[in-house]
């Protein structure tokens, strides 16, 4: 019998540039009932200022993906490269005691820029998204969208050239969530980014993204890869948007 080759994991690479790649990673956690395997063979390339939607159901590894981009777990094999990457989870994580501003300008003062030059700082993404007179705000006082914004001026704010957002239009109500896609669609070609971006929403992945990537169930791997050529904004209604969706859909095994 021959011996299976297992490739070593690689250490993730850091070198600068806007883009991601992996390749035939694997990667598995303690679970409660032993090893949990959630992704296996699971190779994708992002290139520099493309946005990709990653779908798939739940418990397919969508999340331990983005952590593997950004640095916080590492492949039990295969190689994960790519450049320097912050993570916006779905949960907003904001301060309660400090004020809106202070809360988006978190990253410069923890890279040890003084409160007032940070605030210089972000108070122009403020006026860009919507946020201007909420800058004294404390998070309670201010309503699920603009709490993400002020997250997503967080996440711009740590000068990171990849975003890895998870889910985070989740907790948002519909017509709400419309409104955050549409001001992340104004704010991506105001500051252009590579994203990676999480969703169960196929609909939001069509209409925000480049390409959108379907996983497997779990252990979690590439099944389809959807290129969207629709210019933005992109209107829901548009029978070419629509047929994409449903394409998604389909390659989810959705029973339409």
Known sequence: MTAKTVAKPSHREVNGSAEISLNDVARSYAGRNGQVQALDGLSLHVGAGEVVAVVGPSGCGKSTLLELVCGLQSPDRGTVSAGPAVLMPQRDLLLPWA???????????????GRDQARDQARPLFEALGLEGFERSRPDELSGGM?????????LMSGKPILALDEPFAGLDALTRQDAQAWLVDALTAQPRTVLLVTHDVEEAVV????????SPRPGHQIAALPIALQRPRKRTDPALVALREEALIALGVDR
């Open 147 to 155: 709490r993400q914004r002020v997250a997503f001026v967080r996440t």
């Open 208 to 215: 925000l993204a480049d390409r959108v990537v379907v996983l």
């Open 99 to 113: 004020c809106a501003l202070d809360n988006a300008a978190l990253p410069l003062r923890i890279a040890g820029m």
